[in-house]
């Protein structure tokens, strides 16, 4: 292995026997032990599906990795991105040696810290103090080591009033502070994190990635993050494995590889939604977006985006509709609500419009989130209701179309000589 390769995935698979535990059955063991006495290949490798869960199989075998291929350099941020169910975490789970992959090999130089599920390795009855201790002894450390860092390490998880208090009255967030703390500082030689980072605050969250990139930077230690934040995903790392249905779908520098994973999502978005019916006392039936009365997910710069929502309102009570706006990398950009205007809804269903008139965005893509709200709680949401394009434009009126290395936004402004 390259000297300069601290970890290297070749051919790792995960197979499951879906609906059973382990293998299934007697008969397929014993097919399993004589393939293995006569030299041969597990005959049960041959067959099984692609792990797409949205589609019912024929098999009762399914890859939920196959054929995953990867070098990661000393010092590098890796992302692993990918929607829900494409393999992400049991990729980490093997790496960290949680489970063992059905076929391939990991080589790996130095120890391996792993932080997957909150409070993991964590014991409820033991004190904060006493489990970072447990975790060090976990990942080899020596009891001197960790005394050299407990002081850092509470004072950086922000539990020093709860140290001495058992795990089990902690908040999941305390819990993620913990065992971020704990991982992040006993110097592993590759630091492995799943999405736990997202039950803790955003100040946490701002203050974990400064720590990661410290690791990185600093330190010339390794760091795999798998996470669906975009904008942690756009600031933590170089590069990204893109994973779907249990396959490597491209490995990419960062930039274009969260171009890609969201054309992935654009392409099933569509302009026109219909919502599960939810049993609430509001609930949205369908959604719409258009672009001069045509139903589009593609804008310019300067454009009205319209959004049409039907509405259902069983008890006539007064709603409030909130409409997010996010940037491709699930950044809050603008949010709008009818309760900065005169608008009222109490009728028992309706279908209103919603005009965001000259959208100020430069090129990019922007996600849709919609909120109905009522007696100031929330009664229906959906979350990427709609992705939609916006593509340089004449905002100005002037005959140039605005580039995108203008900003975010777009600002009018009044020029005269005095």
Known sequence: MDTDIILKVENIGKQYRLGLVGTGTISHDLNRWWNSVRGKEDPYLKVGEVNNRSKKGSSDYVWALKDIN??????????????????????????SRVTSPTTGEIKTKGRI????????????????????????????MTRAEINSKIDEIIDFSGCIRYVDTPVKRYSSGMKVRLAFAVAAHLEPDILVIDEVLAVG???????????????SNSDGRTVLF????????????TRCVILNNGNVQSIRNTREAIEEY???????????????????LVRMLSAEIKNKGISTTNFHSGDDVEIIISIENDEHIPINIFIGLYDEYGEKVAHIGNTYSEFSIKKESTTVAVVLKKIPFVEGRFQINLSLHAYGKPHHREKEAFIFEVSPGDYYGVGKNVIRNNGKFLINASWDEI
């Open 113 to 140: 810290a792993s932080l997957l599920e909150v409070g993991t390795g964590f014991h409820p009855e033991m004190t904060g103090r006493e489990n970072i201790y447990l975790n060090g002894a976990i990942l080899g």
């Open 226 to 237: 798998v996470s669906h934040d975009m904008g942690a995903i756009k600031n933590l790392c």
């Open 262 to 280: 969201l054309t992935i999502n654009i392409s099933k978005s569509g302009s026109f939604r219909e919502f599960v019916k939810r049993p609430t």
């Open 70 to 95: 990867f070098e990661v350099k000393k010092g590098e941020v890796l992302g692993i991105i990918g929607k829900n169910g494409a393999g992400k975490s049991t990729l980490l789970k093997i790496l």
């Open 201 to 215: 605050d955003a100040e946490f969250q701002k203050k974990a990635i400064g720590k990661m990139q410290d690791i």
